[in-house]
């Protein structure tokens, strides 16, 4: 009987007993006294997991599709300014400098000799704005009627800068009297200042720029560029 036993399990076994049960399970013999012994089947693994304790959200695609780092890392912009920017910054200052007439850190002294000059109250940078060469803006043409008139009266004395802008010659007068210094800073080859146009709105401005630095108590200088023989004959003082 116990062997008609056995054989009955593994008919059963073999017979298609629930798939999902076949892996993972034992066959094993259990004797009951007076029944003499019975096929058992045990688990050798554990019991399946039940759906109802399962997480039911479905799994993301992976890797993400359409992505980029940024998606997941804002991007970090910089704060310090472009050159073009620090450039532009400067220009809008400058003209706000010329247009409102802002003069400082210069004072003007007497000079034994020579007469009025214009120093330097504080340290300027090379590259610094100092001062515009401010005066009346003429056409060629008009100048040259003005030059006639001052050279009437040598006590007049003349103040006017001849320059070329965008084809064209221009010249600042700055002959009449008046309390702008860049008028009064004198004449050297050897200059500590040079001569710039800066335009705003179309319009040329004659400024001058520290060529180097200067320190406080320093005379301003700058090269008039007048070398004709006529104006080195009557101002011997060019050729220096």
């Keep these: 009987e116990s062997n008609m036993l056995?054989?009955?399990?593994?008919?059963?076994?073999?017979?298609?007993?629930?798939?999902?049960?076949k892996k993972g399970l034992s066959l094993s013999l259990t004797y009951i006294p007076g029944r003499s012994y019975r096929a058992v089947r045990e688990a050798s693994s554990p019991r399946p997991v039940s759906r109802s304790h399962?997480?039911?959200?479905p799994f993301p695609e992976w890797p993400p599709q359409n992505k980029k780092v940024t998606d997941y890392f804002p991007i970090r912009r910089s704060n310090r300014k472009t050159k073009a920017e620090l450039k532009s910054e400067e220009h809008r200052h400058l003209d706000d400098l010329i247009k409102n007439g802002i003069e400082e850190g210069m004072q003007v002294k007497h000079i034994e000799g020579k007469g009025r000059g214009v120093f330097a109250a504080n340290a300027f940078k090379?590259?610094?704005?100092?001062?515009?060469?401010?005066?009346?803006?003429?056409?060629?043409?008009?100048?040259?009627?003005?030059?006639?008139?001052?050279?009437?009266?040598?006590?007049?004395?003349?103040?006017?800068?001849?320059?070329?802008y965008q084809t064209k010659t221009y010249c600042?007068?700055?002959?009449?009297?008046?309390?702008?210094?860049g008028r009064l800073i004198n004449h050297s080859k050897a200059g500590n200042c040079q001569t710039r146009l800066h335009p705003?709105?179309?319009?040329?401005?004659?400024?001058?720029?520290?060529?180097?630095?200067?320190?406080?108590?320093?005379?301003?200088?700058?090269?008039?560029?007048?070398?004709?023989?006529?104006?080195?004959?009557a101002h011997p003082w060019l050729k220096f």
């Design 6 to 21: 056995i054989q009955e399990a593994n008919d059963t076994d073999a017979a298609g007993a629930d798939s999902k049960f």
């Design 54 to 57: 399962m997480s039911t959200r």
């Design 126 to 164: 090379k590259g610094d704005f100092v001062v515009e060469y401010h005066g009346d803006l003429l056409e060629l043409s008009e100048a040259k009627v003005r030059e006639a008139q001052y050279a009437q009266d040598p006590s007049t004395g003349c103040y006017m800068y001849y320059f070329q």
């Design 172 to 181: 600042v007068d700055a002959t009449r009297e008046s309390t702008r210094l």
């Design 200 to 233: 705003i709105d179309g319009t040329p401005h004659l400024i001058l720029v520290a060529s180097r630095d200067i320190t406080a108590d320093e005379e301003l200088l700058y090269d008039y560029g007048d070398r004709s023989k006529a104006s080195i004959s």
